[in-house]
């Protein structure tokens, strides 16, 4: 097996594991978590990387890919912009953590500089994290309603309010997911 070979195989195991059907249950449409692990299968990672450490860069390229996976669900999801944008920072984050490719496009292991090099992923948005955000922000934000509710804009808000939190916290914003899923679970 070649290295590109692997690298193609281990793309193919995140997008099968990176979105199950727990983290998109409930999204109205049977078929969707097969239209994102289908997507993510075919993503160009070089892109990804070469696009991580610029903001601007970075935003157009997750605003493109959301519009390409919306394009790919079945019809009646096809203006869930919010649960597509979900699915492909689920996908995005278990790329970053996994250890070949972290490797092969040299992401730092220190928390400090790992902190700054994926400081313009965003954090998979979803009701547990939604609310962890706004528990620190009270009344500064407006209602969490739902993933399939959510818009570019108040995506836009909560990223922003993560971003400040997860500064405070030393870490990237995309690793603020692991912060309320250990606290969901009463674990923190």
């Given amino acids: 097996?070649?290295?590109?070979?692997?690298?193609?195989?281990?793309?193919h195991r995140?997008?099968?594991?990176?979105?199950?059907?727990a983290?998109?249950?409930?999204?109205?449409?049977?078929?969707?978590v097969k239209s994102c692990r289908d997507y993510f299968k075919q993503?160009?990672?070089g892109k990804f990387f070469e696009?991580?450490?610029?903001?601007?860069?970075?935003?157009?390229?997750?605003?493109a890919q959301t519009n390409q996976l919306l394009a790919e669900f079945p019809v009646t999801v096809r203006t869930s912009w919010g649960v597509a944008r979900k699915a492909l920072n689920l996908f995005f984050?278990?790329?970053?953590?996994?250890?070949?490719?972290a490797e092969k496009y040299q992401l730092p292991n220190s928390l400090?500089?790992?902190?700054?090099?994926?400081a313009n992923l965003e954090v998979p948005l979803d009701r547990d994290v939604a609310l962890g955000i706004k528990r620190c922000y009270k009344r500064q934000l407006p209602p969490w309603y739902s993933i399939k509710s959510l818009?570019?804009?108040?995506?836009?808000?909560?990223?922003?309010?993560?971003?400040?939190?997860?500064?405070?916290?030393?870490?990237?914003?995309?690793?603020?997911?692991?912060?309320?899923w250990r606290s969901k679970k009463g674990n923190s």
């Fill in 151 to 180: 818009t570019p804009d108040f995506s836009k808000e909560l990223q922003q309010k993560a971003n400040e939190l997860a500064h405070q916290k030393g870490i990237a914003r995309v690793h603020l997911d692991l912060v309320f």
């Fill in 43 to 45: 993503i160009d990672l």
């Fill in 23 to 32: 983290a998109l249950r409930n999204q109205g449409a049977r078929g969707i």
């Fill in 1 to 11: 097996m070649t290295e590109a070979q692997f690298h193609h195989a281990v793309q």
């Fill in 51 to 63: 696009a991580i450490p610029n903001a601007a860069d970075y935003q157009r390229f997750l605003d």
């Fill in 93 to 101: 984050r278990d790329v970053v953590y996994n250890k070949y490719f």
């Fill in 14 to 21: 995140i997008a099968q594991t990176a979105v199950g059907a």
């Fill in 112 to 118: 400090p500089e790992n902190h700054i090099a994926l």
